[in-house]
């Protein structure tokens, strides 16, 4: 009975962690697909402020402004190791999914689950089925030893009364170990 609630609570434990799995699957999902969308705007973006720039630093090279060209191409840098960073951390994401993934595939399903609680169940059946029989065949080796050692006795009893028959050598003598046989 212990067995049984052990395995319920077992199984229970099972439902929850698949549960909080899958709940953190969509939550990591849907984190993934905010995260894409934040850096495709900010990639359009980007590639908007590089046109930008591009044109701006085609105009200051006319009018010979190279620090504000300098200027620019390090905002070009910083924004783009930010979308560099981004693009790590959705890396990083993806990985994360792919072994919570593996993790929810790799728990047994419902089937699979009865099916190995049936399979234990029927061992758990054969194990007291042999039980039963071999307490049987020890019960039977108990009584033919008993057996087997009262018909050693009594074949003991019956050689000495041989014996003591034997050895007496007069009529009397047998007659009074008749008696005594009689007696016991």
Do not use: W
């Not at 699957?25 to 359009?44: D, H």
């Not at 792919?98 to 399979?119: D, Y």
Request: charged share 35%; proline share 1%.
């Amino acid at each position: 009975m212990e067995k049984l609630i052990a395995k319920s609570t077992v199984k229970e434990y099972e439902v929850v962690v698949v549960s909080a799995l899958i709940e953190e699957k969509a939550r990591l999902a849907e984190a993934k697909v905010a995260l894409k969308k934040n850096c495709r705007e900010e990639k359009a973006r980007l590639d908007q402020e590089l046109e930008k720039i591009k044109a701006r630093r085609v105009k200051i090279e006319e009018d010979e402004q190279s620090a504000a060209l300098h200027e620019i191409d390090q905002e070009f840098e910083q924004k783009n190791e930010k979308l560099i960073g981004q693009k790590k951390l959705l890396a990083e994401q993806n990985r994360q999914i792919t072994i919570i993934q593996r993790k929810i595939e790799a728990c047994p399903s419902n089937i699979e689950i009865s099916q190995f609680h049936k399979r234990l169940v029927e061992l758990f059946d054969n194990l007291n089925f042999k039980s039963d029989e071999n307490r049987k065949y020890f019960n039977l080796f108990n009584t033919v030893q008993d057996t087997k050692v009262l018909f050693s006795q009594q074949q003991n009893y019956l050689v000495e009364i041989n014996n003591t028959y034997k050895q007496a050598s007069s009529k009397k003598a047998k007659e009074v170990l008749l008696h005594n046989l009689q007696n016991i």
